[in-house]
């Protein structure tokens, strides 16, 4: 009884949570319609939270989604992640109904993607994963099964990076062929952080600047900031460190703006690691004394162990061991609590802060030196491999090692870290090899060492290169490198087809060569200042507006330069202000008329540029110069052969030779057989002779026949014989020159000229004279030919189609025609049937004309009384194809434009038109008749590609029985 009651009891508690769920959304959703988006966006998250609390039956999924949206645009991430939590959990319990398939799928996506800056478990985020995947398959979502596998990448790195690269390559496979911008940039950008978790920051810096274009925008998410952040401190280790310490700085300002205290903090500690990276520790201590005490509230276990690592070597650089030893094996607890890479991979030095405490007695099972080059060496981070490996040779360096236990690890180091990218920490690996073959007495590869690590550090920080070797390596050593790039820039020029690859290019060269953190071009267009590219500058950078700008404008016009720290205090000061502490502005035409200006600031130097630095900006600004100009002309070529291609489309489009096969309408067996011969014989390069009466439609075919050939792309050259004089036919094939002949005022090419790479169509090819069949019988033997009135030979290529109404074995017989010229013509012969022996296909020709001249006349002629297509149907058309087309088009105009009647027309056989009266032929001797026809037509040949059985469609052995019973034979005039 106790039970019953207390099932009574919850069944009185979900009632009253139902009623409850009417009433609110009796009172608040029915109003949402009538009020503003900011206060509709109040009531979705108003009505949220009540379901939040008291919706047992998920009813609620969809508001509680978008208000988790809402929570995610606006930076409230933590509200966003519980109730994305919340839906995840929820739905995870039940089988998903397909209303609910997109708030759960994306619920994942949004929480997952996360997981980086907001740990969960990583089992539970596999399972969660693996579920979304087999749901996206099953609804057949293309986008969700991209998103999920791109995750499904990212969960597997941790333990499996064979299946983390496999999910992410299927990822890039779908992406393919969904047309969604913003997916691609996303795949990107987590696919450039995938990469840096692996230790490969180069590729990362490669998705990255692929994402961004010419002007680099971060995002208004905290996620996506924090994502730059990393980015950014990738370019840090790669040795770009302007660039990177510029984008940190610049994606700092971003969270200040938007008030985004965590970003902020987040940025100080990037910061921080970045200038212990770069050894530059007074400014190190400077960036975290910004986090050093502040409230730790909210923060994830991956900032507070990076913030334990900044700690403890700053206290270690202050001979602090204990609070070192105390502060990394804090980091450490937070680091493997969170079961993830976080931040460590990207804080190398944290081996030197263990290595020296452990020498001061500092140790223990968590904080162990041996224990961590192990994780490292062992690892999946190519990066922290490399490290490893050198860390454990410098310690068997010092434990008097043998030379095969050192050198190999120290070549694995160098060789790992190259792969990565990191060109600072690849320094410091031949820093120590260095040594080795100095402690060896092997002068000559230590000094190849050292000056590879020279040409590095001596951009960066030449402070931390050591200073035993700084006495042969002059500061001109410099400027020889950048003398280099600038040369290899200009090499490029000719490769880089848009102004956009060429602004990021000398950009990126000018700050990672004179140590600028952020870099822009300006446009002055119409007197109004413009950024059309930049780096760590965003369209909410100061520098576009107040003195600053008017400062820029005028130094565009008066075509001068800006350089700071400078004379001028009333600029140095405008610029102050913005935090510009160094700052060098050249002009630049783009061309006569446009200007710009090409910029580099520095606002973590308070020092000027070096004085050789101005030299250098001005190369580079010609580069952009030269550039432009290249890309123009380039630009102008383009438009200009997409023009040409344009028009040469719209011309062959108004000849008909772009029309596909279809084209050729009918479903008659003879139609049927005249497109199969086309497919047939359209892919060789063997001649045809295509047959048929006038108006069949002969050149159509030949069209068809080029279309679909090799030689689609090039020209489809008709000659129509009959057309010309026999005295104009040799110029008009062959061309001539200036003063060939009267009336020749200019050289002209001739039709096999111009059908080089293409095709020729000999239409009426029984007409030509016999002195020209000589000639053209030389041309289709030998491809050459000379113009009129010049002895030098033309060679073109070409494909011969041509066409006839003539027998042309008559003509041969009768000696009209050239044996020879036959043999070599009438390789593959195509007989096209005249339209009465294929009367079927007259509804379909008519209504394909019906509607060609429905749009040219402007008429909506829709319907045809079946009489008028009887009497269509009972013409004989003389005149063929040609004929019913003029018919159709003579009818259409006269015509009222909607109702059509056929008049004219005699229906009576060819025989009764002109007066005969013959009696009717019999079936054998019409079966007999034709039967000869084919055979004649191929020489008596019955069997095989080109017989008569093939053309007949019967088998041979059906023709010879036929031929026996019919009494055919052949004859010796045949022969």
């Given at each position: 009884?106790q039970?019953?009651?207390?099932?009574?009891?919850?069944?009185?508690?979900?009632?009253?949570l139902?009623d409850i769920?009417?009433?609110?959304?009796?009172?608040?959703?029915?109003?949402?319609?009538?009020?503003?988006?900011?206060?509709e966006?109040?009531?979705?998250?108003?009505?949220?939270?009540?379901?939040?609390?008291?919706?047992?039956?998920?009813?609620?999924?969809?508001?509680?989604?978008?208000?988790?949206?809402?929570?995610?645009?606006?930076?409230?991430?933590?509200q966003?992640?519980?109730?994305?939590?919340?839906?995840?959990?929820?739905?995870?319990?039940?089988?998903?109904?397909?209303?609910?398939?997109?708030?759960?799928?994306?619920?994942?996506?949004?929480?997952?993607?996360?997981?980086?800056?907001?740990?969960?478990?990583?089992?539970?985020?596999?399972?969660?994963?693996?579920?979304?995947?087999e749901?996206?398959?099953?609804?057949?979502?293309?986008v969700?099964?991209a998103?999920?596998?791109?995750?499904?990448?990212?969960?597997?790195?941790?333990?499996?990076?064979?299946?983390?690269?496999?999910?992410?390559?299927?990822?890039?496979?779908?992406?393919?062929?969904?047309?969604?911008?913003?997916?691609?940039?996303?795949?990107?950008?987590?696919?450039?952080?995938?990469?840096?978790?692996?230790?490969?920051?180069?590729?990362?810096?490669?998705?990255?600047?692929?994402?961004?274009?010419?002007?680099?925008?971060?995002?208004?998410?905290?996620?996506d900031?924090?994502?730059?952040?990393?980015v950014?401190?990738?370019?840090?280790?790669?040795g770009?460190?302007?660039?990177?310490?510029?984008?940190?700085?610049?994606?700092?300002?971003?969270?200040?703006?938007?008030?985004?205290?965590?970003?902020?903090?987040?940025?100080?500690?990037?910061?921080?690691?970045?200038?212990?990276?770069?050894?530059?520790i007074?400014?190190?201590?400077?960036?975290?004394?910004?986090?050093?005490?502040?409230?730790?509230?909210?923060?994830?276990?991956?900032?507070?162990?990076?913030?334990?690592?900044?700690?403890?070597?700053?206290?270690?650089?202050?001979?602090?061991?204990?609070?070192?030893?105390?502060?990394?094996?804090?980091?450490?607890?937070?680091?493997?609590?969170?079961?993830?890479?976080?931040?460590?991979?990207?804080?190398?030095?944290?081996?030197?802060?263990?290595?020296?405490?452990?020498?001061?007695?500092?140790?223990?099972?968590?904080?162990?030196?041996?224990?961590?080059?192990?994780?490292?060496?062992?690892?999946?981070?190519?990066?922290?491999?490399?490290?490893?490996?050198?860390?454990?040779?410098?310690?068997?360096m010092?434990?008097?090692?043998?030379?095969?236990?050192?050198?190999?690890?120290l070549?694995?180091?160098?060789?790992?870290?190259?792969?990565?990218?990191?060109?600072?920490?690849?320094?410091?690996?031949?820093?120590?090899?260095?040594?080795?073959?100095?402690?060896?007495?092997?002068?000559?590869?230590?000094?190849?060492?050292?000056?590879?690590?020279?040409a590095?550090?001596?951009?960066?920080?030449e402070?931390?290169?050591?200073?035993?070797?700084?006495q042969?390596?002059?500061?001109?050593?410099?400027?020889?490198?950048?003398?280099?790039?600038?040369?290899?820039?200009?090499?490029?020029?000719?490769?880089?087809k848009?102004?956009?690859?060429?602004?990021?290019?000398?950009?990126?060269?000018?700050?990672?060569?004179?140590?600028?953190?952020?870099?822009?071009?300006?446009?002055?267009?119409?007197?109004?200042?413009?950024?059309?590219?930049?780096?760590?500058?965003s369209?909410?950078?100061?520098?576009?507006?107040?003195?600053?700008?008017?400062?820029?404008?005028?130094a565009?016009?008066?075509?001068r330069?800006?350089?700071?720290?400078g004379?001028?205090?009333?600029?140095?000061?405008?610029?102050?202000?913005?935090?510009?502490?160094?700052?060098?502005?050249?002009p630049?035409?783009?061309?006569?008329?446009?200007?710009?200006?090409?910029?580099?600031g520095?606002?973590?130097?308070?020092?000027?540029?070096?004085?050789?630095?101005?030299?250098?900006?001005?190369?580079?600004?010609?580069?952009?110069?030269v550039?432009?100009?290249?890309?123009?002309?380039?630009?102008?070529?383009?438009?200009?052969?997409?023009?040409?291609?344009?028009?040469?489309?719209?011309?062959?489009?108004?000849?008909?030779?772009?029309?596909p096969?279809?084209?050729?309408?009918?479903?008659s067996?003879g139609?049927?057989?005249?497109?199969?011969?086309?497919?047939?014989?359209?892919?060789?390069?063997?001649?045809?002779?295509?047959?048929g009466?006038?108006g069949?439609g002969?050149?159509?075919?030949?069209?068809?026949?080029?279309?679909l050939s090799?030689?689609?792309?090039?020209?489809?050259?008709?000659?129509?014989?009959?057309?010309?004089?026999?005295?104009?036919v040799?110029?008009?094939?062959?061309?001539?020159?200036?003063?060939?002949?009267?009336?020749?005022?200019?050289?002209?090419?001739g039709?096999?000229?111009?059908?080089?790479?293409?095709t020729?169509?000999?239409?009426?090819?029984?007409?030509?004279?016999?002195?020209?069949?000589?000639?053209?019988?030389?041309?289709?033997?030998?491809?050459?030919?000379?113009?009129?009135?010049s002895?030098?030979?033309?060679?073109?290529?070409?494909?011969?189609?041509?066409?006839?109404?003539?027998?042309?074995?008559?003509?041969v017989?009768?000696?009209?025609?050239?044996?020879?010229?036959?043999?070599?013509?009438?390789?593959?012969?195509?007989?096209?049937?005249?339209?009465?022996?294929?009367?079927?296909?007259?509804?379909?020709?008519?209504?394909?004309?019906?509607?060609?001249?429905?749009?040219k006349?402007?008429?909506?002629?829709?319907?045809?009384?079946?009489?008028?297509?009887?009497k269509?149907?009972?013409?004989?058309?003389?005149?063929?194809?040609?004929?019913?087309?003029?018919?159709?088009e003579?009818?259409?105009?006269?015509?009222?434009?909607?109702?059509?009647?056929?008049?004219g027309?005699?229906?009576?056989?060819?025989?009764?038109?002109?007066?005969?009266?013959?009696?009717?032929?019999?079936?054998?001797?019409?079966?007999?008749?034709?039967?000869?026809?084919?055979?004649?037509?191929?020489?008596?040949?019955?069997?095989?590609?080109?017989g008569a059985?093939t053309?007949?469609?019967?088998?041979?052995?059906?023709?010879?029985?036929?031929?026996?019973?019919?009494?055919?034979?052949?004859?010796?005039?045949?022969?």
């Amino acid at each position: 009884m106790q039970k019953k009651g207390n099932k009574q009891k919850i069944s009185r508690q979900s009632k009253g949570l139902n009623d409850i769920g009417k009433k609110i959304l009796k009172e608040t959703i029915i109003p949402l319609s009538f009020v503003s988006p900011a206060d509709e966006e109040k009531k979705i998250i108003a009505l949220a939270e009540r379901y939040f609390q008291t919706d047992m039956n998920g009813n609620g999924i969809a508001t509680i989604k978008k208000a988790a949206d809402i929570f995610s645009r606006s930076g409230r991430i933590v509200q966003a992640i519980q109730y994305y939590d919340f839906i995840i959990n929820r739905l995870s319990t039940d089988s998903i109904a397909p209303n609910h398939t997109e708030d759960y799928l994306d619920s994942i996506f949004q929480r997952v993607s996360r997981s980086f800056f907001y740990p969960m478990n990583i089992n539970m985020q596999l399972h969660l994963l693996k579920k979304a995947h087999e749901i996206a398959r099953k609804y057949k979502n293309p986008v969700h099964l991209a998103k999920i596998k791109l995750l499904l990448g990212f969960s597997f790195l941790h333990g499996q990076t064979r299946e983390a690269t496999r999910y992410v390559n299927e990822f890039w496979k779908l992406v393919e062929n969904i047309n969604d911008e913003g997916l691609y940039k996303q795949g990107l950008l987590l696919t450039g952080i995938h990469m840096t978790l692996m230790g490969r920051f180069s590729e990362a810096i490669a998705y990255y600047e692929k994402m961004i274009g010419n002007l680099e925008k971060f995002g208004e998410r905290e996620e996506d900031l924090i994502s730059g952040l990393l980015v950014a401190l990738s370019y840090v280790l790669l040795g770009r460190a302007s660039r990177g310490i510029g984008m940190i700085n610049a994606i700092q300002l971003k969270a200040q703006r938007l008030s985004l205290d965590q970003t902020v903090s987040y940025a100080d500690i990037i910061e921080t690691i970045a200038l212990i990276e770069l050894r530059k520790i007074p400014e190190a201590e400077r960036a975290f004394a910004r986090v050093w005490g502040q409230t730790e509230d909210g923060w994830n276990n991956n900032m507070l162990g990076a913030t334990q690592f900044c700690k403890a070597y700053i206290l270690c650089s202050r001979e602090d061991y204990k609070g070192a030893y105390e502060n990394i094996k804090k980091g450490f607890m937070y680091r493997d609590s969170v079961n993830a890479p976080g931040l460590h991979p990207y804080c190398p030095w944290i081996f030197e802060c263990l290595y020296v405490i452990r020498s001061k007695g500092f140790f223990d099972d968590v904080v162990n030196f041996d224990l961590e080059l192990s994780k490292a060496i062992n690892g999946n981070n190519l990066f922290l491999k490399g490290i490893g490996y050198r860390h454990r040779a410098l310690q068997n360096m010092e434990a008097r090692q043998s030379d095969s236990t050192v050198l190999p690890d120290l070549n694995l180091s160098e060789r790992l870290i190259k792969e990565s990218g990191s060109e600072i920490e690849l320094a410091r690996t031949r820093i120590a090899i260095r040594d080795y073959y100095l402690a060896r007495g092997r002068q000559k590869p230590a000094i190849s060492r050292m000056r590879k690590t020279w040409a590095f550090f001596s951009k960066i920080n030449e402070d931390i290169f050591p200073n035993d070797l700084l006495q042969n390596m002059p500061r001109e050593r410099k400027s020889d490198l950048i003398v280099v790039k600038i040369t290899s820039i200009n090499i490029s020029l000719a490769t880089i087809k848009n102004r956009e690859a060429l602004l990021e290019t000398v950009m990126n060269a000018a700050m990672d060569y004179t140590n600028a953190t952020q870099s822009a071009v300006y446009a002055l267009e119409e007197n109004n200042l413009r950024l059309i590219a930049s780096r760590n500058i965003s369209s909410h950078n100061q520098a576009l507006t107040g003195p600053a700008r008017e400062t820029i404008g005028n130094a565009i016009r008066k075509n001068r330069e800006i350089i700071l720290p400078g004379k001028d205090n009333i600029i140095s000061e405008q610029f102050n202000r913005l935090g510009i502490r160094s700052f060098i502005g050249v002009p630049i035409r783009f061309d006569e008329s446009s200007q710009g200006y090409f910029v580099i600031g520095n606002h973590f130097k308070a020092e000027p540029f070096p004085d050789e630095t101005l030299s250098f900006m001005k190369m580079f600004a010609s580069q952009i110069e030269v550039g432009i100009s290249n890309i123009s002309a380039y630009e102008e070529i383009r438009k200009l052969k997409e023009r040409y291609e344009g028009e040469a489309i719209l011309l062959r489009r108004e000849m008909g030779i772009d029309l596909p096969i279809e084209q050729i309408i009918g479903q008659s067996e003879g139609i049927k057989k005249v497109v199969g011969q086309i497919r047939q014989v359209a892919p060789t390069d063997s001649m045809v002779m295509i047959l048929g009466e006038t108006g069949v439609g002969k050149e159509l075919v030949a069209k068809a026949i080029h279309n679909l050939s090799g030689k689609k792309d090039g020209p489809f050259i008709p000659v129509n014989i009959s057309s010309f004089p026999n005295e104009l036919v040799a110029g008009e094939l062959f061309g001539h020159e200036r003063g060939a002949f009267t009336g020749a005022h200019e050289k002209k090419k001739g039709r096999f000229e111009l059908a080089d790479g293409g095709t020729i169509f000999l239409d009426e090819i029984g007409d030509l004279s016999q002195d020209m069949q000589v000639k053209l019988l030389r041309v289709l033997q030998e491809r050459t030919f000379e113009r009129l009135g010049s002895s030098s030979p033309v060679r073109s290529d070409f494909r011969v189609i041509a066409a006839t109404n003539k027998n042309l074995r008559q003509e041969v017989e009768r000696g009209s025609l050239r044996q020879d010229l036959y043999y070599r013509l009438n390789v593959f012969p195509i007989c096209v049937p005249p339209l009465r022996e294929r009367k079927q296909d007259i509804p379909l020709l008519a209504w394909e004309f019906f509607a060609m001249f429905n749009r040219k006349l402007d008429k909506k002629i829709k319907r045809v009384p079946a009489e008028e297509i009887n009497k269509l149907m009972l013409y004989h058309w003389p005149g063929n194809v040609r004929e019913l087309k003029h018919f159709i088009e003579r009818a259409v105009i006269l015509s009222n434009g909607y109702d059509i009647s056929f008049s004219g027309l005699e229906f009576e056989t060819p025989a009764q038109s002109s007066g005969r009266a013959d009696k009717i032929a019999s079936l054998a001797d019409i079966e007999k008749d034709h039967i000869e026809k084919a055979l004649k037509s191929t020489f008596w040949k019955i069997s095989g590609p080109f017989g008569a059985s093939t053309l007949l469609g019967l088998p041979p052995s059906t023709l010879r029985h036929r031929m026996k019973m019919l009494g055919i034979h052949r004859k010796s005039s045949n022969l």
